[in-house]
């Protein structure tokens, strides 16, 4: 749908069965205009510049609003008191758009729901097993049931997957597909992010979120088979220092996970029999837990799973800065390696350069046992 990229806008509103009080305008990407506007008989309106499309939230008091694209363009919002969720939006060609791809994952989601809650609970009563120390026995009826809500869930994660790329490849000139896209590069190998970035338009390719995906690209290659490790130093449990210097001459498997993260806990109890298996013929393991704001939790986890075994470290991300302007910091061994999804693990050899990456942008986890079995 052509549509243009940067200009003005003008959103024109009404609201029905209220005939006071204000409406509040949220938009941007990474900087963001707050604007409100008091309604008159029944209707309100805004006006601004964009220099590119930007999702939205629109809402009144006390009432909860809803998201939406805002284009340079004129746009009619209809709202049904009494409830913001009930509202018309027309005139955004970008918003069509993202309408279009919900549509079509629907009925996908829809069936995810139930199974995903099933997955949830599943895993919590495994994980609160394994902490609380359960028989052998009990574990492996708990996982079994685990594994099978996983299985049935799988097909249905890859329909939403396969939905959206299709829409990706057919819709090359959208900003839904950019703004979309990154959402699904943990489960892209550098060389098919490569490409769906290439087929967007050139403007898009040079948008706020085109430059996100090149440099969430850059990053992935960063951590995959062939490069070169990135360097960095942490402070570990105790505060000593931390670096890749410190397991020189090892095979070394930096383990990203979060103690909020329950394939992450039960992937522990894996991990320690491949370092109770490897550890003497050369294989170490650094932890580069996602909980700079719940280092007790952290700590509480190691301690919980056993894995003080080896050594651990915080991502190195100052929370408070990233909610402040959401850009990238270059401590965070997160955004070093392209990490955007937990669990992920990467194997470093003794030289220094990374041989292989399970998880997110790399091969699946269970290629792990497989790829340690041939080294070792």
Request: glycine share 8%.
């Amino acid at each position: 749908m052509a549509q243009e990229k940067h200009g003005p806008f003008q959103l024109n509103g009404t609201i029905t069965g209220k005939d006071n009080g204000y409406v509040y305008l949220r938009y941007g990407n990474g900087f963001y205009i707050e604007d409100s506007c008091a309604v008159k008989n029944g209707a309100f309106s805004f006006k601004g510049m964009l220099s590119e499309p930007v999702l939205a939230t629109i809402s009144s008091n006390g009432e909860s609003g809803i998201d939406f694209y805002l284009d340079p363009a004129t746009i009619t919002v209809d709202v049904k008191s009494p409830s913001f969720q009930e509202a018309t939006i027309t005139g955004s060609g970008t918003q069509d758009e993202y309408r279009e791809l919900l549509q079509e994952r629907a009925s996908a989601q829809q069936e995810m729901t139930p199974l995903s809650r099933a997955f949830d609970d599943a895993n919590k009563q495994y994980l609160n097993a394994i902490q609380t120390r359960k028989s052998e026995a009990e574990l492996a009826t708990l996982k079994a049931k685990a594994d099978a809500a996983k299985e049935k869930l799988l097909p249905l994660q890859e329909k939403v997957r396969e939905v959206s790329y299709g829409f990706f490849r057919s819709h090359p000139d959208s900003y839904v597909t950019a703004a979309e896209l990154r959402y699904f590069t943990s489960y892209m190998k550098p060389e098919t992010l490569k490409s769906y970035i290439g087929k967007l338009s050139p403007w898009l390719q040079t948008s706020i979120y085109g430059r996100e995906l090149s440099d969430i690209l850059e990053k992935i290659q960063n951590g995959s088979p062939g490069s070169r490790a990135q360097l960095f130093s942490q402070p570990d449990m105790n505060g000593q220092p931390v670096s890749l210097m410190t397991f020189k001459g090892k095979y070394l498997l930096l383990d990203f996970w979060g103690s909020w993260c329950l394939p992450c806990r039960k992937n522990n109890a894996h991990l320690k029999d491949l370092y109770t298996l490897y550890k003497d013929k050369g294989l170490a393991i650094l932890g580069i837990a996602d909980n700079d704001n719940k280092p007790e939790e952290w700590k509480k986890a190691i301690a919980k799973d056993g894995v003080g075994i080896w050594s651990h470290v915080l991502r190195g991300l100052d929370t408070n800065k990233f909610k402040e302007d959401g850009k990238p910091q270059p401590g965070d061994i997160y955004s070093m390696y392209g990490v955007h999804a937990v669990p992920t693990q990467i194997l470093i050899n003794p030289e220094g350069v990374i041989v292989a990456r399970f998880g997110s942008g790399g091969e699946s986890y269970e290629q792990l046992d497989t790829k340690l079995a041939e080294i070792f």
